[in-house]
């Protein structure tokens, strides 16, 4: 595994929380640290999803096959570099022979990254690590996960909504049975109730129900792209 050395940058026995001044350059020292980290993957794919899930758990399994997919045909898998939907990314990816990316976080108890990332970076800022994630993808792929995947998702959509994010990037929702009522929500609560969305806003999300679903969403988009 290779890890991105921040050391020379990060500076890690200074005190940056006192220095208000030294901490705005530690953030731009981490921002570039992960674009430059980034810079040698193409044709990249991010996942979302529970870390909470086991190698047993059917989303799992379909984060693993959906993965070793995309590996196959090229595709770079870009993962936060924890378990459950993570570690099935990145398993899934060094398996079917793509690079297998993890984006670290730093916490007091030490997160460690999966054993089937390739290369990683490790970052202090959980707003960096999430630009990091959303900076080179040419789709998001979202399975079922809780607060914290609910933030990813509903952060990126505001981003491509309000053309943040100026490329057209598909999010991909995997397990109807999870997402479909939220999307019904939206719709309903949303769009018809309280009228605080536009009738496009829900073209951002795609469901999928099934690997090859998903597999496909991601094809067609790149041809489409192309």
């Known amino acids: 595994?290779?890890?991105?050395?921040?050391?020379?940058?990060?500076?890690k026995d200074f005190d940056y929380r006192h220095n208000p001044s030294w901490r705005i350059f530690r953030i731009m020292a981490e921002f570039i640290d992960g674009f430059t980290f980034l810079?040698?993957?193409?044709?990249?794919?991010?996942f979302f999803g529970s870390a909470r899930f086991d190698e047993k758990h059917d989303h799992y399994q379909k984060a693993y096959e959906l993965a070793k997919k995309l590996g196959s045909k090229g595709y770079t898998?870009?993962?936060?570099?924890?378990p459950g939907v993570m570690e099935a990314a990145n398993r899934g990816a060094k398996e079917g022979g793509g690079q297998s990316v993890g984006i670290n976080i730093m916490l007091p108890n030490e997160q460690r990254v999966n054993q089937y990332v390739d290369k990683s970076i490790a970052l202090n800022h959980f707003f960096i690590r999430k630009v990091i994630l959303?900076?080179?993808a040419e789709a998001f792929i979202f399975f079922p996960g809780g607060f914290g995947t609910m933030d990813e998702m509903f952060e990126l959509s505001t981003l491509i909504q309000t053309n943040k994010i100026e490329r057209k990037v598909p999010i991909i929702l995997v397990g109807k049975n999870y997402w479909e009522p939220l999307v019904d929500w939206v719709n309903h609560q949303l769009?018809?109730?309280y009228k605080t969305i536009s009738p496009q806003d829900l073209n951002i999300w795609q469901i999928a129900d099934s690997?090859?679903?998903?597999?496909?969403l991601v094809e067609t988009y790149m041809a489409i792209k192309k």
């Open 77 to 82: 898998i870009i993962t936060g570099g924890g």
């Open 191 to 193: 769009l018809e109730e």
């Open 1 to 11: 595994m290779i890890y991105y050395d921040d050391s020379h940058l990060l500076a």
């Open 39 to 46: 810079s040698e993957f193409e044709k990249a794919v991010t």
């Open 211 to 216: 690997v090859e679903q998903a597999f496909n």
């Open 134 to 136: 959303a900076f080179s």
